[in-house]
C-alpha cells in the first residue's frame, strides 16, 4: 500500500467523509524552503509557514535573556519563521523580549507573527492590542487570536461583549491581518467556537497520541476545520503539562510524539523551546520530517491507549491546572487548585 494510500485509509477511520478525508490530505501538503524546514497552507488565509512554530511561553522562559534572542535569531536563520506568543505571557516579558529579537535589521519581515488576546470585550480587547503592538515592536500583528476558549461560555463572551468586534476593526485598520483562537480544555468549546456566525482564519488545539483516546480535538474539531478551511493549528504534542511532558508508563519518544502531531492535518505546530540545543533538536525533526504510516499511528495509539482515556496525563483538559490565572479570574476562579 503507497504512502497515501495508508494516510487515506487512516483519515478515513479518523474524519469519517471522503470529503473530510481530502481536506486532511491538503492540509498536509507541504512546500521546500530555501533552508530546508517545509511550510504549510495556513487554512482559507493561503499564507504558508513554517511546520514548527516557536512558542512564546518558553521563549519568555529562557532565564538569559541574550540567549532567548540568540535562540529567535537562529530560529529565523534555520526556517523556523512562525513565531507564537500571547499578552499574558510572563505579564507581558514574553513579548517584550521577542520584540527585541524583531526589532533588529530585517527580523520582523521574515517571521509570521502571532500573538492572542486575552480579553472578551470590546475595550480589553483593544488595550491587549496596544500593549501587544508596543511589546513587540511591531505596526501589525499576523494572526490575533482570542486565547484560552476554554470555558463554555467564552464563545458567547467574544461575541456578546465586543471582543470580536475589537478585532475586526483592528483587522479593518491593518493592525491584525487574520483572526483566530485558541483553548486546551473540550472540543465541543471549539466546535461552538466555529459554529459562530464568524468565519475564523485559525484554531489552535492540543494534537498528540493521548488526545486521540481522551476529549480528542483531532477526532472532533479537527474535521470541522477541515470542512470551514480553518487553518489548524496544534499545540502540547507530547501529552503532558506545560513543559510537555511525554507520557509516563510507555516507550514514546519525543521524536515519535513530534511525528504523530506533524502528520495529522494542522498547519503548524507549536513547540516550546528553551535553548539553543532544543531548537536545533526540532530543526531536525522538522527537517526530517516524513508523515507515519497508518501502522505506526496504529502502534503510538495503543501504547498509550491504558493511560490516555481518564485525561490524567492531559490535566490541562481534566483539571483547572494550566487554565492561566487572567481567565481565572475573568470567571471567578480561585488562582490555585
Known amino acids: 500500500m503507497t504512502l497515501d494510500a495508508t494516510r487515506r485509509s487512516f483519515f478515513q477511520g479518523m474524519f469519517g467523509s471522503a470529503a473530510a478525508v481530502a481536506m486532511a490530505q491538503q492540509a498536509l501538503a507541504q512546500q521546500d524552503s530555501p533552508n530546508g524546514l517545509p511550510t504549510r497552507r495556513l487554512g482559507r488565509t493561503d499564507e504558508q509557514v513554517s511546520i514548527l512554530c516557536l512558542g512564546g511561553w518558553h521563549i519568555g522562559a529562557v532565564q538569559d535573556k541574550d540567549e532567548a534572542v540568540r535562540i529567535m535569531h537562529a530560529a529565523i536563520d534555520e526556517g523556523m519563521t512562525f513565531f507564537d506568543n500571547a499578552w499574558d505571557y510572563f505579564d507581558g516579558g514574553s513579548e517584550e523580549i ?185 530543526i531536525k525533526i522538522g527537517r526530517n520530517f516524513e508523515p507515519m504510516s497508518d501502522d505506526k499511528k496504529a502502534v503510538l495509539l495503543s501504547q498509550v491507549a491504558d493511560v490516555a482515556g481518564d485525561g490524567r496525563h492531559e490535566k490541562f483538559k481534566s483539571t483547572q491546572r494550566y487554565d492561566g490565572p487572567h481567565h481565572r479570574k475573568q470567571h471567578g476562579f480561585a488562582l490555585a487548585d
Open 98 to 282: 521577542m520584540g527585541r529579537a524583531l526589532s533588529a535589521p530585517g527580523k520582523r519581515d521574515k517571521v509570521f507573527l502571532m500573538t492572542k488576546n486575552c480579553e472578551r470585550d470590546y475595550e480589553g480587547s483593544m488595550s491587549n492590542l496596544d500593549d501587544s503592538l508596543r511589546r513587540l515592536k511591531t505596526d501589525r500583528i499576523d494572526l490575533w487570536q482570542f486565547h484560552e476558549i476554554v470555558y463554555d461560555s467564552d464563545p458567547d463572551w467574544v461575541f456578546d461583549k465586543g471582543g470580536l468586534k475589537a478585532a475586526m476593526e483592528a483587522q479593518k485598520a491593518g493592525k491584525v491581518r487574520y483572526i483566530g483562537f485558541t483553548g486546551h480544555k473540550d472540543p465541543n468549546i471549539h466546535i461552538k467556537m466555529l459554529n459562530k456566525p464568524y468565519d475564523w482564519d485559525a484554531a489552535q488545539m492540543p494534537i498528540n497520541v493521548m488526545d486521540a483516546h481522551y476529549r480528542s480535538f483531532q477526532k472532533e474539531a479537527i474535521p470541522v476545520c477541515l470542512a470551514r478551511d480553518v487553518g489548524v493549528l496544534g499545540m502540547k504534542s507530547l501529552g503532558g503539562g506545560i513543559r510537555g511532558e511525554i507520557p509516563t508508563n510507555t516507550s514514546v519518544t519525543h521524536e515519535q510524539c513530534r511525528r504523530y502531531a506533524l502528520s495529522q492535518p494542522v498547519s503548524s505546530l507549536v513547540v516550546g523551546i528553551l535553548s539553543m540545543d532544543e531548537l536545533m533538536a526540532e
